[in-house]
């Protein structure tokens, strides 16, 4: 028998590990809200009024259509009251360029042509130190939890040493965001793609994400129309044997020439991998194309204002919706939130099929877009990109990443629809709560993190302005292609086109 001085010990270490774990699991009522749950049979919205939804550890353990007797509640839950507010499940971004942050304004009448010289990694290392794309991602991810996105699939092409990627995924694990964090294999000067691989097999290893919202994924554009086959070999390998989370890829087609489209990948039996495979923009689409998307089960990311803003368009996402969800692309050249992008593909889709009957010389009797699928397409379409079935709803047994909105401010007062409401109604300023994880990343309209206002926007800016500066004084490159004629909105001399308002 042990001796009972050999017993005690380990019956401590046994009890400091049940504490802990049962300060861990807290539980909290959201109750006397509007609750926008996601029925798994119908496989739609469905509006629950003056309900209640308890949040146990990290996921959604019930739904109650009436307030629930403290005796159906965990002990020690605590109860937030959400009258005449709005709870949803929150928005998943599902292309971003986390680090870019420090660009913000820069580009704000820049074209793709102009970005990729100019802003894209390879281009903008020189300007950016491992401590920049640090707090560069680590402010850019608090923008978008302050604006209701708890999950986010970040193209991660700051991975130009192996510094420079280890600060941004951690400052991914440290913003406590959901964040698919996509290691890039790029072709770079001064860091080979054999480095690059070897720097991610590392990285991968170490595990550094494990237990945190934070999980690792793999990001590469070069799989067409003629790929390095040895560097698309150590890709899946790499893919299996670390069972990374997912692997994203830009593909522009059409006058761009950056093709790496749905067929390529096809061709090299990528797209049946089993891993969630995610197309940004797949601009130019073609009907091959989408037919192999829907044949395999992966999706496009549309990134509304990005392809509006930089002119590769989006002429026929609409047509694939069933394989598509929403991102923001390069944030720092636009809003950063995904209702934005949810609001404009809304009524971009909506003018592209009202287009079809006015060419026609006919009146559209019916809206062929409603919000419910707009909500869709910036929630539960993201959870479907990275196959996930219990990310972008509110559900029994989902994730607790939480949207609570403010029912009664000036541009939500008077809905009747919660969900028309938030996607036409609402503005970033009405996210009063987020939560990831079923723990507070903003409460009562403020990020949570105290590093927010007493370090992170300090460090942010000081990193921002230097920044700034290299590239106000570093000349713009010369481009070639095609010109845009300018709008005018002046008479007379001039046209009110500013070329900047930058100050150094």
Same mark, same amino acid.
């Given at each position: 028998?042990?001796?009972?001085?050999?017993?005690?010990?380990?019956?401590?270490?046994?009890?400091?590990?049940?504490?802990?774990?049962?300060?861990?699991?807290?539980?909290?009522?959201?109750?006397?809200?509007?609750?926008?749950?996601?029925?798994?049979?119908?496989?739609?919205?469905?509006?629950?009024?003056?309900?209640?939804?308890?949040?146990?550890?990290?996921?959604?353990?019930?739904?109650?259509?009436?307030?629930?007797?403290?005796?159906?509640?965990?002990?020690?839950?605590?109860?937030?009251?959400?009258?005449?507010?709005?709870?949803?499940?929150?928005?998943?971004?599902?292309?971003?360029?986390?680090?870019?942050?420090?660009?913000?304004?820069?580009?704000?009448?820049?074209?793709?042509?102009?970005?990729?010289?100019?802003?894209?990694?390879?281009?903008?290392?020189?300007?950016?130190?491992?401590?920049?794309?640090?707090?560069?991602?680590?402010?850019?991810?608090?923008?978008? #939890? %302050?604006?209701?996105?708890?999950?986010?699939?970040?193209?991660?092409? /700051?991975?130009?040493?192996?510094? &420079? !990627?280890? *600060?941004?995924?951690?400052?991914?694990?440290?913003?406590?965001?959901?964040?698919?964090?996509?290691?890039?294999?790029?072709?770079?000067?001064?860091?080979?793609?054999?480095?690059?691989?070897?720097?991610?097999?590392?990285?991968?290893?170490?595990?550094?994400?494990?237990?945190?919202?934070?999980?690792?994924?793999?990001?590469?554009?070069?799989?067409?129309?003629?790929?390095?086959?040895?560097?698309?070999?150590?890709?899946?390998?790499?893919?299996?044997?670390?069972?990374?989370?997912?692997?994203?890829?830009?593909?522009?087609?059409?006058?761009?020439?950056?093709?790496?489209?749905?067929?390529?990948?096809?061709? #090299? %039996?990528?797209?049946?991998?089993?891993?969630?495979?995610?197309?940004? /923009?797949?601009?130019?689409?073609? &009907? !091959?194309? *989408?037919?192999?998307?829907?044949?395999?089960?992966?999706?496009?990311?549309?990134?509304?204002?990005?392809?509006?803003?930089?002119?590769?368009?989006?002429?026929?996402?609409?047509?694939?919706?069933?394989?598509?969800?929403?991102?923001?692309?390069?944030?720092?050249?636009?809003?950063?939130?995904?209702?934005?992008?949810?609001?404009?593909?809304?009524?971009?889709?909506?003018?592209?099929?009202?287009?079809?009957?006015?060419?026609?010389?006919?009146?559209?009797?019916?809206?062929?877009?409603?919000?419910?699928?707009?909500?869709?397409?910036?929630?539960?379409?993201?959870?479907?990109?990275?196959?996930?079935?219990? #990310?972008?709803?509110?559900?029994?047994?989902?994730?607790?990443?939480?949207?609570?909105?403010?029912?009664?401010?000036?541009?939500?007062?008077?809905?009747?629809?919660?969900?028309?409401?938030?996607?036409?109604?609402?503005?970033?300023?009405?996210?009063?709560?987020?939560?990831?994880?079923?723990?507070?990343?903003?409460?009562?309209?403020?990020?949570?993190?105290?590093?927010?206002?007493?370090?992170?926007?300090?460090?942010?800016?000081?990193?921002?302005?230097?920044?700034?500066?290299?590239?106000?004084?570093?000349?713009?490159?010369?481009?070639?292609?095609?010109?845009?004629?300018?709008?005018?909105?002046?008479?007379?001399?001039?046209?009110?086109?500013?070329?900047?308002?930058?100050?150094?």
């Amino acid at each position: 028998m042990m001796p009972l001085r050999h017993i005690l010990p380990l019956l401590l270490q046994v009890l400091d590990i049940s504490a802990a774990c049962a300060a861990n699991t807290t539980s909290t009522l959201f109750r006397n809200g509007t609750i926008v749950a996601f029925n798994r049979e119908t496989e739609s919205l469905e509006v629950i009024r003056n309900g209640a939804v308890l949040v146990t550890g990290d996921r959604i353990a019930s739904i109650f259509p009436n307030l629930p007797t403290r005796s159906e509640l965990p002990s020690g839950t605590e109860e937030v009251d959400i009258t005449d507010k709005i709870l949803t499940t929150g928005f998943i971004d599902t292309h971003r360029h986390g680090w870019q942050t420090a660009f913000k304004t820069l580009g704000s009448n820049t074209s793709l042509i102009e970005y990729f010289p100019r802003y894209i990694g390879f281009a903008a290392q020189g300007h950016v130190s491992a401590e920049d794309v640090y707090i560069g991602q680590l402010a850019g991810l608090y923008e978008a #939890l %302050n604006a209701g996105v708890t999950t986010s699939v970040d193209h991660a092409h /700051h991975t130009w040493s192996h510094e &420079a !990627a280890v *600060a941004g995924l951690q400052a991914s694990i440290d913003s406590n965001a959901r964040v698919f964090w996509c290691y890039t294999i790029q072709d770079r000067e001064n860091f080979s793609i054999d480095e690059q691989l070897a720097d991610l097999r590392a990285v991968a290893a170490t595990a550094s994400f494990r237990g945190t919202p934070t999980s690792m994924g793999i990001a590469y554009d070069s799989f067409g129309p003629n790929p390095n086959l040895t560097v698309v070999e150590a890709i899946v390998g790499l893919i299996r044997e670390f069972n990374l989370s997912v692997l994203t890829t830009h593909s522009v087609q059409g006058p761009y020439g950056f093709d790496n489209s749905p067929e390529d990948l096809d061709s #090299l %039996n990528i797209l049946n991998l089993p891993i969630p495979i995610i197309i940004s /923009h797949a601009s130019f689409l073609t &009907a !091959a194309g *989408a037919t192999l998307l829907r044949s395999a089960n992966q999706y496009i990311s549309i990134t509304p204002e990005s392809e509006m803003h930089y002119g590769h368009g989006h002429p026929t996402a609409h047509l694939i919706l069933d394989q598509a969800a929403l991102g923001v692309d390069t944030h720092f050249t636009f809003s950063t939130d995904i209702l934005t992008q949810a609001r404009l593909w809304l009524q971009s889709a909506r003018r592209t099929r009202y287009e079809l009957v006015l060419d026609l010389w006919q009146t559209p009797i019916n809206n062929p877009m409603s919000v419910n699928q707009a909500f869709l397409l910036a929630t539960r379409h993201g959870g479907l990109a990275l196959r996930r079935d219990d #990310l972008g709803v509110l559900c029994e047994g989902a994730k607790a990443d939480l949207v609570i909105w403010d029912g009664t401010s000036p541009g939500m007062l008077g809905w009747v629809d919660p969900v028309a409401a938030v996607i036409l109604h609402a503005n970033i300023g009405d996210v009063q709560g987020v939560m990831v994880d079923g723990r507070w990343r903003k409460r009562d309209g403020k990020i949570v993190d105290k590093r927010y206002e007493t370090e992170v926007k300090q460090r942010f800016l000081e990193s921002a302005r230097r920044i700034q500066r290299d590239l106000i004084n570093t000349p713009l490159p010369v481009l070639n292609g095609g010109i845009t004629q300018r709008v005018d909105t002046l008479r007379g001399e001039g046209d009110g086109y500013a070329e900047t308002l930058l100050e150094v």
